[in-house]
């Protein structure tokens, strides 16, 4: 490791030591769930380790408690969506069950995929990201997409643009 | 990463190829043309590269389901509140936050108007940790690039959370609220405003330089010119927050104004009915449950004139 590491390590330590209370405080009235709010603590620093430009962004904050907040309500954010998409799958699969047959390494690898792909998607319209999946995932040509949403196919053209663009930009911007 | 300028011209121009080469109907032409527009300028050529990722990437989602889970999970995403505790998963939920935290992304930080529908709940989180849940047929603005929030409560009726050592402002066109770590609710009526405060206090200061102080445990209304007394908060007068309307011997037509916030089009009870009392726990996510229970418990009928009119008679 290299010095600014070891100087991270104990700007880090330093700042677990004076808030991981207070924001352990902070997060259980926020997921009603103690044991999940000490998970999140812990995600938390590790972000704060991990972030890029970590030692000067630590350097920077005048207010910790507002950094670890902020990054704390990003992890509150991306674990409900975590749950949401897991309960969609297990909907998914109650209703198709032969379609979703596979292993448990399989399982856990393609909700990853899905994750990651919802989170790239989330920013768009319902209509937008609708068109968007059916036509790339499912390859259901733009004319039966307009009719299934009940649009024209200009304005399928043109969500799909809108979508390809906002997912290159994500994908650049987000180093995926 | 940051993007030129260039680049984003050029990644537009890529997804708009990107579009017409995926459509079913593709001309000869369209391919000459997007091979010219690939060989005129080095950034066409980079973002093409990103569009070809892109498509690797979708193509190579694996499982027939997958859309059906993503547009299932982004539904669920944006059902209301309500609807999501309906389902039995109250994970932000409580007090705090629910669902509508997703929505946090959807507010500029600059006075963004922000509102939720007729038997919607939405809630957000601003900068500093405080937390805003606007009850049904509810409108903010939210100035959010202070250090403390301001919010401008147009229509209806919100709570508001505020953290510890964290501040924010409510105003409405009868006064503003300053509150420090506290838990409060503000209404609006047409001729008066009314503060809650369920949690450490909060201060209302009047156009006219007017103030007062509201401690937990109190309700206070206010216009322009002046204070009502204070007085000691209904039971249950945030169950609402919680998807519920808690009610103890109160008469049928508050009752029925009530209810009728959170349902669209127009209900109302006759006069002959107006002062029966009743009390319970109604579940404002299914006013429809509401209604048929009022006619098993009360002496009374409700007609339909259609979905949108009902009028509540003696039976």
Partial sequence: MSTPDVALNSQVSQLYRAQSKWLHGWLTP???????????????????????????????????KGYLATIARRLMIDHLRRVHLERAWLQVLA???????????????LLQTLFELDAMLAALGANVREAFLLSQVDGMPYKRIAAQLGVSEVTVRRYIAKAAEHCMIYSLTHGQ | MALS??????????????????????????????????NAAPANAWAWQQAERLQTRMSATPAPATSRVLSLAAHGRHATRRRVVKAGLVLLGGSALGLGSYREMQYSPLLADVRSGVGEQRSLILKNGSTLLLNSASAVDIDDTREQPHVRLRQGEIMVEVPEQQRCSVVTRHGSIAAGHSRFCVRLFDDASKLDVFGQQARVTLASGQAMEVHGGQSCQFDGKGFSAVQTLANAADAWSRGLLIVNDQR???????????????????PSVAGLRI????????????????ATSLPVQVQRRTRFWVTITAA
């Fill in chain 1, 30 to 64: 926020r997921v009603n769930c103690t044991h999940l709010a000490a998970d999140l603590v812990q995600d938390v620093f590790v972000r704060v380790m991990t972030a890029a430009d970590a030692a000067a962004k630590l350097e920077a904050v005048r207010e910790p």
């Fill in chain 1, 95 to 109: 209703e198709q069950p032969e379609a979703l047959d596979i292993s448990a390494e399989q399982r856990l690898s």
């Fill in chain 2, 5 to 38: 300028a260039e680049q984003r011209t050029a990644l537009r121009q890529a997804a708009h190829w990107y579009s017409q080469l995926n459509s079913d109907e593709v001309q000869p032409s369209d391919h000459s043309a997007w091979q010219s527009w690939l």
């Fill in chain 2, 252 to 270: 049928l037509d508050t009752f029925v104004t009530e209810v009728s916030r959170y349902r669209p089009g127009w209900l109302h009870c006759a």
């Fill in chain 2, 279 to 294: 009390s319970g726990t109604y579940r404002l996510d299914d006013t429809e449950q509401i209604l048929r229970a009022l």
